[in-house]
Structures are given as C-alpha cells and as structure tokens.
C-alpha cells in the first residue's frame, strides 16, 4: 500500500526520502502551488498524480492527459515524479517536453487528449512549483474538482492499475508556432519589443513575433530560472518599467511581455505608457465589436468599470458580464454563456472562436494586440489607448497574508464594508453606491470611484485594485479607505506594490 502523504517531513532525513510529502495548503481554489522541498517532495508530487488519474477515472474520463513542464531547475524531475503516479493510475501519458501552459491547453485539441497536467509556477518566485490541471478541454479545475483531488491525496485514496503507458511527442514545439503562425502576415510593419522577463516564453515568442512580420527586439528571453532582474510578471511595475525603457531606447510601437509560463501578455505603447490590462481589453472589445456587434465579454471584478460605461462599447451594443477573478473561473464563464472573449486584469485572456480555442494563450492576446493595431494602419497603439475614457487606475497590489488567515480577513472586511452600507456610512468621503460581493468585495461610490479586495487564488496574499473615473487623488482616496480597513487586522502584512 502507497503511504499516506504527510504535511511536513524534515529535510536530509530517511523519512523525507521515503515518504510523500504534501502541505494541504498548496491545493489553491483551481490550481496546486507548493514551495518544492519545503511543502512537496518528489514522491508528494507521485502522490499528486496518483491522485489526479485516480480523479480523472472517477469522472468517467478517458483516461489519456498531456504532461508539459516549464524550465525551472527541478520542473523536469518533478513531472516525471508525477508522470510515473500517472502511469501508476492507469494514466496514458502524452508528454511534450519543455512548454508554455498555452502550449499543453493546445496540444489537447492537437492530439486530441481530453486532460491536461502542464508543471509550472507562473510567475512566481524561483523555489515554487505547480501544477495546472483540466479533465475537460478547454477548461481547467475549478474548486470542486481541486478540493475532491486534495481529499484523494491526503488520504491515500488511490485506485492503482497497471494500464498506464507513455507516449514522447518529438519537436511538440513546432507543431504549435505553426497553429499561430499559419495565417497571412500583418500588413503594417510594427516594431515590437518581445519582453520574456527569463521566463520559458522566451523559447518561443520572439520566433512567433518574427514570424508574424514584426520587426522583433528580444528584451530578456534568454531561460534564467533564478529571473535576475524582475519577476516576469505583466502586473509588476518593474518589469513594465524596463519594457517602458526598451520601447523608448528603440522607438518601438509596442512592447509586449509575457509571464513565466506565456497565458499572460502586458503592453507597453510607443510611448513608454504601460497599459494595464483591462484597459487593453476595453481597447480590444472596440476593436473586436466593430466586427461583432452585440458581442458578450466576460471580465473579473478586478478590472475597469468602463467595460460598462465606454460609449464605444455602448454603440456596438456590446453586453459585459463582471465574473470571479482566476483564470478558470473566467474560462469557464466565457465558455459557458458563449461570450466572444473574457478579459481578466492580471493579463490571462481567452477567445473563443473565430479568435481562439478558449484557453488563454498570452501569445493569442499579442496577435490579437497586433491585429487591432494592423486594422488601424494610421492610428498608433498610444491614439488607440488615449480614445478611451479618462480613468485613474492602480496596479494589482498585494500585502501579504498567510493562507491559513487570508480568507477568513476577507469576510471579516466584506461584513464590514455591508454594515457600513447598511448604516448609511460614508467610504472614502461619499455614500457607498454599489457592493459586490461575488469575489470579496468591490465598493463603488457615488461618483464611480470604486475599491475591490479579494484573496489571492495562487499566493499568501490578499488582492486591492482601485480606479476612479473622477480623479487621480479619489483613487488614492479610495486606496486610503480600504487600507485602513486592513490595518485593523495585524495578520496582514505589507504589500508587494503601491501606488
């Protein structure tokens, strides 16, 4: 009989070596993240696939998945670790090597295999791992499925067969840069900064890009797992900041970077401007609804309220549907009500057809960034941003809280924010407007300033974002009023980023 996975093990040790080794805390809302020796070990992550197979049967899903892994130092061992719990679950194994998350989501309509398990931490720092995980494509886990798998695995509920097997799909890579790169080259030639931030997107956009038609500047896209100057994260101002100073050092037309594992893309106009990335998809539902009037978008409580106010949008007769944040919530939606596409702050974007598969694909948003730019030859990427409705917006901000406490947090500041609607009480000087609590809490005030907190999916964090259509120093208003609230609960800690 397998052994029962244990929380913690110490390192260096017998029992380390020779027992599983799984903190319950890494399986996240739809996903699983672990820092790699200090809440996993290798036969944790053995359990893990195990686990997953055993899940998958239990579904009544053909038992066939895609593997893939990202660059990372240990990433290789640790799929192969799951690989083998897999096979040991009666799994046949699809593996394509060294990819992008997008890269394994295709490979799934590629090689027509219904389950997915690609090895990555995104951006997140070197020492984490993950894995993303679907039964169903073009979807991912969602919460029910995460917590039936986390209650397999910690209790040794494995169902073990000796019919696993696996297949090596050679040069899977090329297979997908020609799925993106079959189609007729831009008509404008557009010089594009290809930020990579030393993630396993490097390997391939910067070819794609180029392949497009683009005039390419490779900007960090040698694989440097130990990421040596910022963390390649399209959120994070520092790495914006260093695509701003590439695009201006070049006189560029934009600069799109992509995160540790390529579902995400960030945008940098030709004029340094970062684009944060809700606006990008109100920029993108212009564009997209000119050619697809009335057309639903799903986006994430985290993003922009112009989604719902833009003239532009209003005239395509365009619908918006505020959805949870997290990219297979967003999947989900968008896939369930047939939206054209959903937009989510962080960056993970989906289309679906004529414009993608559903699954979010950081290197479909750029081409989709470069299209919209090609179908306005005499309008640059900076016009184009500038034609939107004046908002003052923040970055995603993230003051760290522990995973055991960040939930309970947010309820606490969720009752808080209803007793003072209830009371009549003032936020950030005026009547509070709007509450939705669909995913924490976003605060709407009487003049369209609204303040949104949330927990984290993925990390010890919680989330604040906060805009005002009004003015900047409402929106430093607004960041006031929720932080104060924070600052009543000493379990929260200081944040990542700030305005």
Avoid at 8 to 29: C, D, H, I, W
Avoid at 67 to 83: C, E, M, Q, W
Wanted: hydrophobic share 40%; with cysteine; proline share 6%.
């Amino acid at each position: 009989m397998y052994p029962k996975p244990q929380p913690s093990l110490k390192p260096n040790t017998y029992a380390y070596e020779a027992q599983p080794m799984v903190k319950a805390t890494g399986f996240r809302e739809y996903d699983a993240r672990w820092l790699f020796e200090k809440e996993i070990n290798l036969m944790g992550m053995q359990a893990l696939g195990m686990g997953l197979g055993t899940l998958i049967q239990e579904m009544g899903q053909k038992p066939e998945i895609v593997t893939g892994h990202d660059f990372r130092g240990y990433s290789a061992a640790i799929k192969n670790s799951l690989v083998t719990g897999l096979m040991a679950a009666g799994m046949k194994v699809h593996d394509i090597g060294l990819a992008v998350s997008p890269m394994s989501y295709f490979a799934q309509f590629e090689l027509d295999v219904p389950c997915v398990a690609m090895v990555t931490a995104s951006h997140n720092d070197n020492g984490w791992t993950g894995v993303k995980m679907g039964a169903n494509r073009p979807l991912t886990f969602g919460p029910e499925e995460i917590g039936r798998l986390k209650d397999i695995v910690l209790n040794a509920e494995f169902k073990l067969k000796p019919s696993g097997g696996f297949v090596y799909h050679d040069n899977f890579p090329d297979r997908y840069i020609k799925d993106l790169t079959n189609r007729p080259k831009l008509k404008r030639k557009i010089k594009v900064v290809a930020a990579c931030g030393n993630g396993t997107a490097g390997a391939f956009a910067p070819q794609v890009l180029e392949a497009l038609g683009c005039e390419v500047i490779p900007m960090d896209t040698e694989l440097d797992h130990t990421f040596p100057k910022y963390n390649p994260n399209p959120e994070d101002l520092e790495m914006l900041h260093a695509m701003r100073d590439e695009v201006l050092r070049h006189k560029a037309d934009v600069a799109l970077g992509f995160d540790g594992d390529g579902d995400r893309c960030g945008v940098v106009d030709d004029t340094g401007d970062e684009i944060f990335a809700d606006k990008v998809g109100v920029m993108l539902a212009r564009d997209m609804s000119k050619l697809h009037p009335g057309a639903t978008f799903v986006v994430d409580v985290k993003s922009t309220g112009l989604f719902n106010t833009d003239p532009e949008l209003k005239k395509n007769g365009v619908k918006a549907d505020y959805w949870k944040t997290g990219h297979s919530y967003m999947k989900r939606r968008t896939h369930e009500i047939g939206a054209l596409a959903g937009f989510e702050k962080s960056g993970h974007f989906f289309f679906n057809a004529p414009f993608g598969r559903g699954y979010d694909d950081g290197l479909v948003s750029a081409i989709a960034v470069l299209d919209m730019m090609d179908r306005n030859p005499d309008k640059k990427l900076s016009e184009l941003k500038n034609a939107l409705p004046k908002t003052w917006s923040s970055p995603t901000m993230s003051p760290h809280c522990a995973d055991e406490t960040k939930y309970g947090i947010v309820d606490q500041v969720v009752a808080h924010f209803k007793n003072a609607q209830a009371k009549g009480e003032k936020v950030a000087g005026q009547a509070i407007r709007d509450l939705v609590t669909v995913n924490g809490v976003r605060v709407t005030v009487e003049d369209g300033t609204w303040g949104l907190l949330r927990a984290s999916s993925n990390k010890p964090e919680l989330v604040v974002v906060v805009e005002s259509p009004a003015a900047e120093q409402r929106m430093h208003d607004m960041f006031k009023a929720i932080d104060s609230v924070l600052r009543t609960h000493p379990e929260v800690g200081e944040y990542n980023q700030k305005i």
